[in-house]
């Protein structure tokens, strides 16, 4: 009887290569997806974290506003970038942190670990989702900022400028906010930690009032915030005016956020996952 061999099947099996740029940019855009897919499965938490900006509208511009003294004399037009960057604060910083929480609990993270994918990348991924969730956000927020009187008044590009501007430090904070949740035991303590520093937070910058109001104590740390240096830099770009160093400063505390937070989360991420 004739012997037959059998030709090894490897040799015609494609392997997706495991270094690389590609594969980190393929494994950070599925995970992007994943989460975003989560997100979208989820609507009493969208609609929920979307009520939140409209309700803090609603309640600053026909309940306090009347007696908040403002240059100009335009609340509305003073609130909405206060509103913008205090919503992706929100979004970014507590909903990572809740998030990333969640997933470690539930051994989602483990899971992750034990595939062929980077590490690095399960978090770029995370993070990239919330900007797609603030984009939503930024769009119902905006569009009830139109029907109560804000407006672009500085032309296209100074909007599109100022938009961009309010993602990219929405995206920085995220890397915040995942390192807080790789650092806490359980989901709820994530929310506790998630929440609990952003009311003073927001609360103590140009937010809401001018910092010029506030006693000369506090005002020196308000002057100094990052949340005022982001909000100041949206109203002299969504409002006309100078800009001044708020741009600036607002790219330096986004960039330098990224650059601690983000190699501190990857670093948690591998230790948390042994």
Known sequence: MASTT?????????????????????????????????ILRSPDLVMLSLLQPVMFILLFAYVFGGAIDVKGGDYPQFLLPGIFVQMVLVGSAAGTTIGVATDMRHGLMDRFRSMPMSRSAVLVGRTLSEVLRNVVAVSVTLVVGLLIGFRFLDGFLSALGGMLLLLFFGYALSWFGAFIGLSLRNAEAAQAAGTIWIFPFSLISSAFVPTETMPGWLRVYADHSPMTAAVNALRALFSGGPVGSYVLQTLAWSIGLIAVFAPLAVRKYASRSH
């Open 6 to 38: 059998l030709k090894p099947q490897s040799d015609t099996v494609t392997t997706r290569p495991q270094s690389g740029f590609s594969w980190w940019a393929s494994d950070a855009w599925e995970m992007a997806l994943r989460n975003t897919r989560h």
